[in-house]
């Protein structure tokens, strides 16, 4: 029997993390590396895919990471692709498997993958937001036959800077995920797509009735990416983004994520379309 | 009701009785106006002041407080709830505590506000004439004190008369001083206070406070905060003195020995340029009026929205805070009178 995560800090202090430790490091990319972080015994994660914790250095502070494990692959541990960004993630950076880091949530709303069974999948990251689309990926992939169609739009500034690279390969050889790749510049070796994300929407059709699409990426690219997905026919209700904020509590109080009456933190970090789109701050 | 008569001439001899179980703040002189702090000696109080500077939420959320500590990376919890009676208080500002509860409650609740809270008892103080010329509360709808006030102050000349409004004022009262229970004539002089004093405000919004939340939504692509922005000088100062203005930031500070330190909770404010920004660079509120409108809508809409109760009671510190000389009243007048207006003038809200 354990004891979730979220349960244990409601029982003593919401802003309380509890200590964790990294059972190993893999370095993805000059900036990214991947942290497979451990509980304390007893203790569980239960987290659903999109949703975030507040990972801590004590002595440095606090930041938002996404969980880019699914809770299908927990196995007592769970995964974060931190980019090395700033003070927290620098920090993280400079660690080592079996050094301790403090962990407060799971946060917020993930996607909600019972809605997207029994539908087309159209998966857009760009840049690092792989790293929560990752934890739906996976989870999709070991429910594969509640899924429809399953196709994958994922574009970088550089090769060097593409996530999760030999995941990437495999997916693309299971023959039930559709990959297309796309980098802004090329380098020598490169023989895929050149371009920013929305060039490969003209090779990907969809079935805008039966399709669920989700985005996560950095602010400019969901501008772009909206215009091509709607171009698609996808209706507003079904397309889903991940938002970044500040957020420095994780639980509605401290006010930096907030957007018109919105908490990121709490109602997101994962929103449907047609629920933010009224909302100025937002997009 | 239970109604009870407390003597001027017994003020002190009541926080005295006090101070015995509790730490009292109440308002005092302080820095030539006058501040809410621990009273430590009884004729620091001041009941008769007209406004306080900071607002008493300080007394919930000190301006710094200690989230937890921590040694060799190993974090404690930090429990530092002190009981404390928070001694006259305002009608505005009543309000304002009771947004914060709901601010702070939630789901989930916080634990540090929610433990102070706790320990916490109100002693409310009616207010009989504006306490300053930016004071709106009679527009805004707090000039009366809202449910479930622990206890309430009403100055008849020589006498405040004390309503118990809970269970907590009444053991509060009874634990510190015995007062006679008021007479039918001190309820004949309460009424008649009481019926005198409306006159006294004024009305200062052109529209009612029911109007506020969709003025603002209608005002969101209003030229007022661009104009408005011109003038900001975005200190931060409107934030600062605001008594529903919950937003903190986090810190870690860390020990000279480098082996342990904290994290703290600081005030924080979103008209700071770096509220919004993210690590990498990107500021989600880059404007200056962009942060303006956030904090008006804010107060004039969101908080009503999330909590039900308006984000602003109307106390006006903001108005005397700012530099620019950017206040509520006419900032909420200038966008009602610009509603229906085609083509706003660039001047108007200058004025």
């Known amino acids: 029997m354990t004891t979730r995560l979220r349960e244990t800090l409601d029982a003593t202090s919401v802003y309380l993390p509890v200590e964790a430790r990294i059972r190993s490091l893999r370095r993805l990319t000059k900036l990214e590396t991947l942290f497979t972080i451990e509980l304390p015994a007893g203790v569980s994660l239960h987290h659903d895919p999109g949703q975030f914790l507040e990972v801590s250095v004590f002595g440095v502070g606090e930041a938002p990471i996404s969980i880019s494990s699914s809770p299908s692959r ?57 790293a929560p689309l990752r934890s739906l990926i996976q989870q999709v ?39 297309h790749l796309t980098v802004d510049r090329p380098d020598e070796g490169w023989t895929g797509n050149v371009g920013v994300i929305t060039t490969l929407f003209p090779k990907v059709q969809v079935h805008p009735r039966n399709t669920v699409a989700v985005t996560v990426g950095p602010p400019v690219m969901y501008r772009f990416v909206l215009i091509e997905l709607l171009a698609k026919g996808i209706p507003e209700g079904d397309i889903w983004l991940s938002l970044e904020r500040r957020m420095k509590c994780g639980v509605g109080k401290c006010g930096h994520c907030q957007m018109d009456h919105i908490f990121t933190c709490q109602d997101g970090p994962v929103f449907s379309y047609d629920s933010i789109k009224p909302l100025p701050e937002a997009l | 009701m239970n109604v009870r008569i407390l003597g001027k001439q017994r003020i002190f001899e009541w926080v005295e009785g006090l101070q015995g179980s509790w730490r009292v703040v109440g308002p005092q002189a302080s820095n030539g106006g006058w501040g809410f702090g621990e009273i430590r000696s009884a004729d620091e109080i001041a009941l008769d002041y ?17 989230l937890f500590n921590y040694c060799e990376g190993r974090p404690e919890i930090c429990r530092d709830a002190v009981p404390t009676v928070l001694l006259g208080v305002h009608t505005c500002d009543l309000h304002a505590l009771t947004l914060l509860d709901r601010a702070y409650g939630g789901d989930p609740p916080d634990p540090l506000y929610r433990a102070q809270r706790a320990e916490t008892v109100v002693v409310g103080l009616e207010c009989l004439r504006p306490c300053t010329d930016q004071a709106f509360c009679k527009s805004m709808g707090t000039i009366a004190p809202p449910e479930g006030v622990d206890l309430h102050l009403t100055d008849l000349g020589e006498a405040y008369v004390v309503e118990v409004g809970t269970e907590q004022g009444r053991a509060l009262l009874e634990d510190s001083i015995s007062l006679p229970t008021a007479a039918e004539d001190d309820l004949r002089r309460l009424d008649r206070v009481m019926g005198e004093k409306w006159a006294r405000f004024p009305n200062r919004l052109d529209f009612d406070v029911s109007q506020l939340p969709a003025l603002m939504l209608s005002s969101r692509s209003s030229e007022v905060w661009t104009e408005l922005a011109a003038r900001c000088l975005g200190c931060g100062a409107c934030t600062l003195v605001c008594p529903t203005c919950t937003c903190f930031d986090v810190r ?54 999330a909590f039900g109760l308006p984000g602003c009671v109307g106390c006006g510190r903001c108005a005397t805070a700012c530099l620019a000389r950017i206040t509520p009243i006419e900032t909420y007048n200038a966008l009602y009178r610009r509603m229906g207006e085609a083509r706003p003038t660039a001047t108007e809200v200058v004025a």
């Open chain 2, 252 to 305: 870690d500070e860390m020990d000279l020995s480098l082996e342990s330190g904290s994290r703290v909770r600081v005030w924080d404010s979103c008209q700071i340029a770096s509220f919004a920004v993210v690590a990498g660079g990107h500021n989600f509120r880059a404007d200056r009026a962009g942060r303006l409108r956030h904090r008006f809508l804010r107060k004039g809409r969101y908080q009503k929205k």
């Open chain 1, 74 to 130: 927990s196995n007592g541990t769970f995964e974060l692709c931190v980019r090395r960004v700033g003070e927290v993630t620098s920090a993280l950076h400079t660690l080592h498997a079996g050094d301790a880091i403090g962990v407060r949530g799971p946060f917020g709303h993930g996607f909600p993958i019972h809605q997207f069974r029994g539908k087309d999948l159209l998966l857009a990251p760009g840049g690092l937001g792989l």
């Open chain 1, 141 to 179: 992939l070991d429910e594969r036959r509640h899924f429809g169609r399953v196709t994958m739009l994922y574009g970088a500034r550089h090769p060097s800077e593409l996530l999760f690279t030999e995941e990437l390969e495999d997916w693309a050889k299971r023959g039930d995920l559709e990959v």
């Open chain 2, 50 to 66: 007209p406004t306080t500077i900071l607002p008493p939420k300080k007394a919930l959320l000190p301006t710094r407080q200690v």
